[in-house]
């Protein structure tokens, strides 16, 4: 945070009749543009880090033949991939809510780098495991790291900076299946190495943003002066609901994500390539959804936002499993949009529950969406190979019905200055 801005005081608790979260103060002009460059670079290197996240997901149908996969197979590379990121995400947000490393998300943007050549070259599914696994390392040092940072850059604006700190990722992770489709899949494994340089130049960015986050450690500590707030009941009843409400978000995405260019192909004998490119499409409507998500919760608040996103879809997913082609295309592209406005909520609400702990907030939010996804891939994949991919999809329409928890959520409306 530049240092001519001044930090808010924490905010009241929630629990409190008639309390208010109070936003920061407004920034000048001259502080407010260099917050905006670091908010775009930590987006930019999101894009990066979820576009070569999703060039994993992008090549399932080519390793799938080339490999002789089974749908449990390309659920455990999902797994593994996914698992060692949400494992880690909560460790490093707490270590680095108290070492606060500059140069982490360089470093762990090298693990990626490395994950992906390794992915190239594999000649079995114990090492495409394994690359799945270090690409996933990657992403667990760079979501907590680059979160906390999107924050301190918002201006007091939390959900707005997250949602284009989000929206980042989810345009690479749309980005990612469309270039397989249309680069790697024409040319084989070994094109995957050209997506290492989108890590190299990832690195040369979020270097960049460890050197504004070093000069600015002192601001970051005042920004974060407040102790860390008390885990009370009430806290702890609010976070488990946000835990069923992710749960409920990332399974179903997870069915979307990894399966739908294979439902498309089985269930309509779409081509390979119109598969993915549909699925493309897909991840571009999550992307907009994602964008919208976090401002529409500044200014009308994040519970309202996320009983629509979630709750508000089980109508469409229910309809999904029943209907053709082209209204298979249009709910789940409407469903990805709606469906993506949640998470930005979800998260800002979280750290407004638990203030003083941004980073493990943040690393616990993110590894636990990346572990039920991951955990959820796994399984659906198993069903599938039982019961086949229709199945998969009428289990987990019903999924969203979970989001009548959000009930049990504390009105925690924001002021805005």
């Not at 407010?32 to 987006?43: K, N, R």
């Not at 490119?277 to 976090?294: D, I, N, R, Y």
């Not at 199945?391 to 928890?405: A, E, H, K, Q």
Request: net charge positive; proline share 7%.
């Amino acid at each position: 945070m530049d240092p001519t801005v001044t930090p808010a005081p924490p905010p009241p608790s929630p629990f409190i009749p008639g309390a208010a979260l109070v936003s920061d103060p407004p920034t000048s002009s001259a502080a407010h543009g260099v917050i905006v460059t670091v908010l775009l670079a930590v987006t930019v290197g999101h894009f990066l880090n979820d576009l070569m996240q999703s060039v994993l997901v992008g090549v399932y149908p080519m390793l799938r033949e080339g490999f002789a996969l089974s749908y449990t197979d390309i659920g455990l590379l999902t797994l593994a991939n996914q698992v060692t990121a949400s494992l880690l995400q909560p460790v490093v947000g707490w270590y680095t809510d108290r070492r606060p490393q500059r140069f982490a998300l360089s470093v762990g943007m090298g693990a990626t780098f490395f994950g992906v050549l390794l992915l190239a070259t594999a000649g079995s599914f114990a090492v495409l495991l394994a690359a799945a696994a270090l690409v996933g390392v990657g992403s667990s040092v760079f979501h907590p790291e680059a979160s906390r940072i999107a924050r301190l850059a918002s201006g007091g604006r939390f959900g707005l900076a997250q949602s284009v700190f989000q929206v980042g990722g989810n345009c690479g992770s749309a980005l990612g299946p469309m270039l397989a489709a249309l680069v790697i899949a024409p040319r084989g494994q070994g094109s995957i190495a050209w997506f290492s340089l989108a890590a190299l130049l990832a690195m040369g960015v979020l270097a960049a943003v460890g050197v504004w986050y070093g000069r600015h450690q002192p601001a970051r500590v005042a920004a974060d002066a407040p102790a860390p707030a008390p885990l009370t009941r009430p806290v702890l009843v609010a976070l488990l609901v946000l835990v069923v409400l992710v749960f409920s978000k990332y399974v179903y995405l997870a069915s979307l994500t990894n399966y739908y260019a294979f439902y498309l192909m089985a269930h309509f004998h779409l081509s390979q390539t119109t598969a993915q490119l549909q699925l493309s499409v897909f991840l571009v409507a999550v992307a907009a959804g994602t964008l919208l998500g976090g401002p529409i919760g500044d200014r009308l608040g994040r519970k309202r936002v996320i009983w629509v996103s979630i709750l508000g879809i089980a109508p469409l997913t229910l309809t999904l499993p029943y209907v053709d082609l082209l209204w298979t295309e249009i709910l789940a592209g409407i469903i990805g949009f709606i469906l993506a406005s949640a998470f930005s909520a979800i998260l800002v609400f979280a750290q407004e529950l638990v203030p003083g702990r941004v980073g493990m907030i943040s690393g616990l939010f993110f590894g636990l969406a990346f572990g039920v996804a991951g955990l959820g891939a796994a399984a659906l994949g198993k069903v599938a190979d039982h019961w086949g991919l229709d199945t998969v999809y009428r289990i987990c329409s019903f999924l969203p019905l979970l989001g009548v928890v959000t009930m049990f959520l504390p009105d925690m409306r924001t002021r805005r200055p």
